[in-house]
């Protein structure tokens, strides 16, 4: 039994290491990064990847084995899942829709470009990696369809937080900007249910219920949800009846539309920050909010 064998010898201390070993070398590489003037977030995505096999599981392997053992990979990931939530969460909350007044427009030229440049490009370098790479039993259209939905796919998470980072979510352009990702993120999910549909010759039936649950989720949060929120809100109208009992309330309702994630490919990363658009957009109560939050640190 090696030494750090013996310091890791339950779950609890497992996670308490892994965390450790995360926390120091995202911000280890966040201050080379801010050197360069990179984004923390690009430093904290390089820490991942030299944390995994790429370094740490190719220089010492054992040491990779023992800290992050592949059975201490489920509760690491769904941990970092909540994190996820609770930001993507703040980061709707935090984005004034009054600021995108007369860019709806705008908003979705933008955005589908961004789908369909990539698109092409990736169905092109299709033509050139299938004989090359492609299994004999995977057909050109499926392995083209999936590289160029790969390709237009955004890293929302990433770009909320470079944004968030910046200071620009509560401007013109930082708005414009989540805003367009998040309409072309459920617009490339969509697309891949159809290309997962068409891999599989003949589950097309689920892709067009992907797609009827993404219009549907939409419709029902913003005719009955909406509404119940802003009764909500009207309740709280001063800072002292921003209570736990409220905060606690909203955490749930995060929480429930969060878990429906798995029913469709929609219920991802942009859905968890569209959610909180159908909140109240009253600035006042918006920014009550983060008080709210603070009780509980």
């Not at 890791?8 to 201050?31: K, M, N």
């Not at 492609?134 to 237009?152: I, N, R």
């Not at 797609?211 to 001063?238: D, E, F, K, N, S």
């Not at 219920?267 to 658009?277: E, G, L, T």
């Amino acid at each position: 039994m090696t030494i750090l064998e013996h310091l890791i010898h339950d779950p609890l201390t497992r996670f308490i290491a892994q965390a450790v070993a995360v926390i120091v070398a995202s911000r280890v590489l966040g201050l080379l990064a801010k050197r360069i003037g990179q984004p923390l977030v690009i430093a904290e995505v390089v820490a991942g990847i030299l944390l995994g096999p790429s370094l740490v599981g190719l220089l010492w392997p054992e040491a990779s084995e023992v800290l992050f053992a592949e059975d201490s990979r489920q509760i690491l990931n769904v941990v970092s899942q909540i994190g996820l939530v609770l930001f993507m969460f703040l980061v709707g909350l935090e984005l004034d829709p009054q600021m995108l007044r007369g860019r709806g427009h705008t908003s979705i030229i933008i955005s589908q470009t961004g789908i369909i440049v990539p698109f092409v490009l990736g169905v092109l370098l299709a033509s050139y990696l299938h004989p090359r790479y492609a299994d004999d039993k995977v057909s050109f259209t499926a392995f083209s369809l999936f590289l160029g939905t790969a390709m237009s796919i955004t890293a929302f998470p990433v770009l909320a937080r470079i944004l968030a980072e910046r200071r620009l979510l509560r401007t013109r352009v930082g708005a414009l900007t989540i805003t367009c990702a998040a309409i072309g993120d459920v617009t490339a999910w969509c697309i891949l249910a159809f290309v997962v549909a068409v891999a599989r010759a003949g589950g097309v039936a689920d892709a067009v219920r992907t797609t009827v649950l993404a219009g549907a989720y939409i419709a029902v949060m913003w005719c009955l949800v909406r509404p119940l929120l802003q009764r909500l809100a009207a309740r709280v109208a001063t800072p002292e009846a921003m209570t736990q009992n409220v905060v606690a309330s909203v955490i749930v309702l995060v929480f429930l539309q969060a878990g429906r994630r798995k029913s469709s490919a929609f219920m991802r990363c942009s859905a968890r920050s569209c959610w909180a658009q159908f909140f109240p957009r009253k600035a006042a109560w918006r920014a009550r909010w983060p008080n709210g939050w603070k009780m509980w640190s």
